[in-house]
């Protein structure tokens, strides 16, 4: 479905001094910088994935997003979409994809949703009846038709980010890159959103590459993670296994009927708060069972529970910016 192969993306910046001597200089002689925005990324995706492409401010995520989509032209290396080059075959390509980006909408600010929708209906040349086959899938997932008769300028984020959903794929594309879409929205937006994603996966097969900073997204969605930082490939597979590759340890909380908290040679005693202790163990090492059964041996035990590595434990150990 998509093949990305030694994808590259560089900018040269202008450098100058400061002040208007800094800006006669320039004039003179030109100094200036290159910066690698992506570096040498590959991968593959296959039709009907959801994959959480992910990393810090200044990644190259939306650098990367916007060469997948047609945006941006490489510097260097390939996208190919269903075996079309995107650079070379654009125009054909750019058919069987949509686009959300959640800092910049594609809806018309003085029309009503419904008019913008129609407009998009003619730049596609969507036939009248797959139009209304697909707004009629899109109320049932979106309850969007009563926004029809709506001016965008007077819809709330939460509405726009539903018409610019409902836009992405009014031309039934295979392939929907979503670049952040939920910043700023509520809990009840970002709900519609998840399910959106979820039903038009499971219902038109749509592959999904969603960029995100919203770790709940990631959890309820995806399988598969990419994670970039500087531009460059850190991580790229399945969800669970990189947890336990990079987070292999669970977390067992135990309380106690009173403050006195036993030590334990197969695991760590993270904290000790009143009666409460948190214990820290590897999971290829022990079980939480042989931990709880040998800790009641010598202390009586209130209650218990385990905690597995979150996906933030997991994005910081990614980004560098974990201490164990």
């Known amino acids: 479905m998509i093949d990305v192969n030694g994808l590259c993306k560089d900018y040269t910046v202008k450098r100058k001094g400061a002040g208007l001597s800094g800006a ?3 004039l003179v002689s030109k100094n200036t910088n290159v ?40 510097t260097s290396g390939s996208v190919l979409i269903n075996g079309e080059d995107i650079t070379k075959h654009r125009k054909d390509v750019v058919k069987n ?31 009248p009846n797959d139009y209304d086959k697909t707004m009629s899938v899109m109320d049932d997932i979106l309850g969007i038709k009563e926004l029809l008769d709506k001016p965008v300028r ?34 009840s937006a970002k709900y519609s959103l998840r399910k959106f994603i979820k039903e038009i996966n499971n219902v038109k097969k749509t592959t999904v590459i969603l960029t995100t ?27 669970k296994e990189i947890t336990d590759r990079i987070a292999p340890y669970k977390t067992l909380v135990v309380e106690y009927y009173d403050e006195d908290a036993p030590e334990h040679e197969k695991c760590e005693m993270i904290s ?7 214990y820290r163990f590897a999971k290829s090492d022990v079980t939480a069972a042989d931990i709880i059964a040998s800790l009641s041996s010598r202390k009586a035990i209130k209650d218990v529970s385990i905690e597995e590595a979150g996906i933030d434990d997991i994005i910081k150990i990614a980004y560098g910016g974990y201490q164990k």
């Open 24 to 26: 006669l200089k320039g």
């Open 35 to 74: 910066i690698h925005a992506v570096r040498d990324l590959s991968f593959h995706i296959d039709e009907g994935e959801i994959v959480g492409f992910i990393g810090p401010n200044g990644a190259g995520k939306s650098t990367t997003i916007k060469m997948m989509s047609g945006i941006l032209t490489p």
């Open 97 to 127: 994809i949509g686009v959300v980006f959640g800092q910049r909408s594609q809806l018309n600010w003085d029309l009503r949703l419904g008019e913008t929708f129609e407009l998009l209906k003619h730049i596609y040349r969507i036939d």
């Open 154 to 187: 007077q819809m709330s984020l939460g509405q726009r980010v539903k018409g610019d959903l409902v836009a992405s794929m009014l031309h039934s594309p295979k392939v929907l890159f979503l670049d952040e879409p939920t910043i700023g929205l509520d809990v």
């Open 213 to 239: 900073h919203d770790l709940g997204d990631i959890q309820e969605l995806c399988e598969r993670l990419i994670i970039i930082n500087h531009g460059v490939m850190m991580e790229d597979g399945n969800l």
């Open 272 to 278: 000790h708060e009143g009666n409460v202790a948190r």
